[in-house]
């Protein structure tokens, strides 16, 4: 079953922050989270294993909660290169990578 | 290196045609993954295949699609007849099965009239 994400769609004024959620009905191994500029290929952000920390990437970092099968995306100091689709993968146990309903987010000036 | 190699980019074609899309994923990954994206259905994913081998083809939607990993090198999507609701996004992805970071190609553009 394909993780739900929140919001659908965002629109944030540069330096913003933003959190975007996932959230799956199903136990989680993993959980990864893409990005998705407009007519290009998702590129990986960064990936949270079970028991594992949150991780950073510049100015973005993430979380996973096992327990609520949910992980939560923060954009700190939104940039315009932001722009783009969030995707959330997630993994149970068999490396059957699924991604999420996506967050739309636009960054403007 | 060169990353994950998808062909054609961009195919349109008449319903009823046959449509083969090429997949070369980034050597030594042992993983490759075929998604289709539209805007009302998202990333789905259609088969994965691991060291050539496929795992699970639960997502391909009918049997008109179908799916090869001959070697290590390349892979092939197949549609056959195609319907015009097959239009979409079709990416090819590969990496290594235990880390979850998939490398994605550019993705091939199908438009069925």
């Known amino acids: 079953q394909q993780p739900v994400q929140s919001p659908q769609a965002v629109i944030l004024r540069e330096g913003e922050d933003a959190v975007i959620n996932c959230s799956s009905s199903?136990?989680?191994?993993?959980v990864h989270w893409y990005r998705q500029k407009h007519g290009e290929a998702p590129v990986f952000l960064m990936i949270?294993?079970?028991?594992?920390e949150q991780k950073g990437h510049e100015k973005i970092s993430a979380s996973f909660n096992e327990k609520k099968q949910q992980s939560s995306l923060y954009l700190t100091a939104s940039q315009l290169s932001y722009s783009g689709t969030y995707f959330c993968?997630?993994?149970?146990?068999?490396?059957?990578?699924?991604f999420g309903t996506g967050t739309r987010l636009k960054v403007l000036a | 290196d060169a990353g994950v190699i998808q062909s054609p980019r961009h195919e349109v074609t008449e319903m009823g045609q046959e449509v083969t899309l090429r997949c070369k994923p980034i050597?030594?990954?042992?993983?490759l993954f075929w998604y289709r994206q539209t805007m009302m259905r998202g990333l789905e994913l259609l088969i994965y295949?691991?060291?050539?081998?496929?795992?699970?083809d639960s997502g391909m939607p009918e049997d008109r699609f179908s799916a090869k990993m001959p070697n290590a090198s390349f892979s092939t999507l197949k549609i056959q007849p195609s319907e015009p609701r097959d239009s979409a996004v079709y990416f090819c992805?590969?990496?290594?099965?235990?880390?979850?970071?998939?490398?994605f190609g550019e993705g091939s553009r199908l438009t069925v009239l």
């Open positions: 992805a590969s990496g290594y099965l235990n880390t979850g970071e998939l490398f």
């Open positions: 199903k136990a989680l191994y993993s």
């Open positions: 949270l294993l079970k028991g594992g």
């Open positions: 993968g997630t993994a149970s146990g068999t490396y059957k990578y699924i």
């Open positions: 050597s030594g990954h042992n993983s």
């Open positions: 295949f691991n060291n050539n081998v496929p795992i699970d």
